[in-house]
C-alpha cells in the first residue's frame, strides 16, 4: 500500500496564524447577548389555536395582530408614564454594515422589574389582555413567576439603552456588525456586543474587514451561503487588540463611513473599507501573499502594502 500524505491548505496555515497571534482576546460570555424573546411578538398561525372561536369573533382576533412588538405611533393616547414603556425595536432589516436605519417597530418593554403595578399602565393591559391565552401558556407565566403582561425573556434593559454597541444580525450573506450609540432594542434574530475591554467603533471595522469575514467562513458556522453569526462562533474570532492609537484610527475611518451612509445611504465607503482592510491584515501580521489568499482581487500592490509598515 502506498504511504499516504497529510496536507494542510494555505487556509488552515492562514487560519492558525491568526487565532495564535499575540494580542488576541475572545468575547466572553458577558460580552455578548441575545436579543429579547417578546413571546408573542405578534399573532401568528400557530398561537392563534390558542383561542376559541368566540374569542376569536368577539375581539376580532386574526394572524398578524401586534401584540408585544407594535407599528410606530399604535397607540394614540398614552399616559407619561406609559410612554416611558415603548422602546424602539430593530429588526435584521434595518441593520447596515456599520450603521443602523430606522425603526418601523416599537416593543412594549413590561417586565417583571419595571412593572409592579398594572394599574398604572392600563392602555397595555386593555390591549395585552385579549392576547392572554397566548401569554397563560408560557413556561414563567404558568409557574407564576412572571404576570402575562410582562415579557417572557426581556434580557438586561442596560443592553439596549443609550451607549456604544454592536448590533449583529444572526443569519446573513455578508457578515454584518452594526455600530451604534442609540437605543436600541432587538429580538432573538439580532445578538448585541458591549464590551470594555476594546473601543467599539474599531472592533465593528475589525469584524466588519475581509479577515474576518474569512475566518468566519471557513472556522464559522454556515448554513449554505449564510453566515450563522451564533453566540460561539462570534467567541472563536481571535480579536487581534492593537495599541489605543491604532484603534482610534481605525474607529475615525469607522466614523468616517457612519458620516457617509447618513448623508447617503448609497454612498460609496469602498475605499474607507480598503483602509480597515489593509490595517487589519497588519494587525495579524499577514504577508502580502497571504493578503492574496483572502482577497485575490487585492486594489492594494505589494509596494503600496510594504510602506504600511515603513
Not at 37 to 54: A, G, H, L, T, Y
Not at 63 to 80: A, N, Q, R, W
Not at 88 to 102: A, H, Q, R, V
Not at 107 to 128: A, E, K, M, Q, V
Request: glycine letters at 4%; aromatic letters at 10%.
Amino acid at each position: 500500500m502506498r504511504g499516504k500524505y497529510i496536507t494542510f491548505s494555505n487556509d488552515d496555515y492562514l487560519l492558525d496564524k491568526m487565532k495564535a497571534t499575540d494580542n488576541a482576546i475572545f468575547l466572553n460570555d458577558s460580552e455578548i447577548t441575545q436579543g429579547i424573546v417578546p413571546n408573542p411578538d405578534v399573532v401568528n398561525s400557530r398561537n392563534i389555536k390558542k383561542f376559541s372561536e368566540e374569542e376569536l369573533s368577539k375581539n376580532e382576533i386574526k394572524v398578524g395582530d401586534p401584540v408585544f412588538i407594535i407599528p410606530k405611533d399604535y397607540f394614540t393616547s398614552l399616559s407619561e408614564y406609559e410612554k416611558s414603556f415603548i422602546k424602539p425595536i430593530y429588526e435584521p432589516t434595518d441593520l447596515g454594515k456599520y450603521s443602523l436605519g430606522c425603526s418601523s417597530y416599537d416593543i412594549i418593554y413590561i417586565t417583571r422589574n419595571n412593572s409592579s403595578d398594572s394599574t398604572l399602565i392600563p392602555t397595555f393591559i386593555n390591549h395585552l389582555d385579549k392576547y392572554r391565552p397566548i401569554m397563560e401558556e408560557r413556561r414563567e407565566t404558568a409557574n407564576g413567576r412572571l404576570a402575562y403582561y410582562q415579557l417572557h425573556w426581556p434580557r438586561e434593559q442596560s443592553i439596549f439603552e443609550s451607549g456604544a454597541k454592536l448590533l449583529i444580525p444572526r443569519k446573513c450573506t455578508t457578515p454584518c456588525f452594526t455600530y451604534t450609540e442609540e437605543e436600541a432594542y432587538v429580538m432573538m434574530a439580532i445578538n448585541v456586543i458591549k464590551s470594555n475591554r476594546v473601543n467599539l467603533k474599531f472592533l465593528s471595522g475589525l469584524l466588519n474587514s475581509k479577515l474576518i469575514a474569512f475566518w468566519l467562513r471557513n472556522r464559522g458556522k454556515m448554513q449554505g451561503l449564510n453566515y450563522q453569526l451564533d453566540k460561539e462562533p462570534l467567541q472563536q474570532i481571535p480579536i487581534a487588540v492593537p495599541i489605543v492609537e491604532v484603534q482610534t484610527q481605525i474607529g475615525r475611518i469607522v466614523e468616517e463611513i457612519i458620516g457617509r451612509k447618513s448623508a447617503n445611504e448609497n454612498a460609496s465607503i469602498q475605499d474607507l473599507e480598503n483602509q480597515i482592510d489593509n490595517i487589519v491584515y497588519h494587525l495579524y501580521n499577514l504577508t502580502y501573499d497571504e493578503v492574496l489568499i483572502v482577497d485575490p482581487q487585492t486594489p492594494i500592490s505589494h509596494e503600496e502594502y510594504k510602506s504600511l509598515n515603513d
